[in-house]
């Protein structure tokens, strides 16, 4: 059984950071897409950042430069570093996994198996 749990949310003024948390219980080998995904106000999920269990990351353009995932295997925790935020980026956030490999179409949310609850995240 599978959970995931976020930490780190909180409100920010625009340029401003944060670093949010993801935490893996139960047995996750096999599940190599480690990824962020946020829901804007009236909008659909979208992915912002994959790292595979090879370390690569990607991202969307929306993010690129600003948004970096990281992630620490032993303790089954992966991160987002978001840096110069923007109104935009406000939102909930949740941590997910995906199983075998990370599609490149971050709007493909049905990719991911597993969710956090999401953790809110306000630009002002």
């Known amino acids: 059984h599978v959970q995931l749990v976020e930490s780190g949310g909180g409100s920010v003024q625009a340029g401003g950071s944060l670093r949010l948390s993801c935490v893996a219980s139960?047995?996750?080998?096999?599940?190599?897409?480690m990824a962020w995904v946020r829901q804007a106000p009236g909008k659909e999920r979208e992915g912002v950042a994959h790292?595979?269990?090879?370390?690569?990351?990607t991202y969307p353009d929306s993010v690129k430069g600003r948004f970096t995932i990281s992630r620490d295997t032993n303790s089954k925790s992966w991160f987002l570093e978001m840096d110069n935020l923007e109104p935009e980026d406000t939102g909930m956030y949740h941590c997910?996994?995906?199983?075998?490999?990370?599609?490149?179409?971050?709007?493909?949310?049905?990719?991911?198996?597993?969710w956090g609850q999401g953790t809110q995240v306000t630009v002002s």
């Open positions: 997910a996994l995906a199983p075998v490999y990370c599609r490149t179409d971050f709007r493909d949310v049905g990719q991911y198996d597993y």
């Open positions: 139960g047995y996750i080998n096999g599940l190599n897409c």
């Open positions: 790292i595979n269990t090879e370390g690569r990351t």
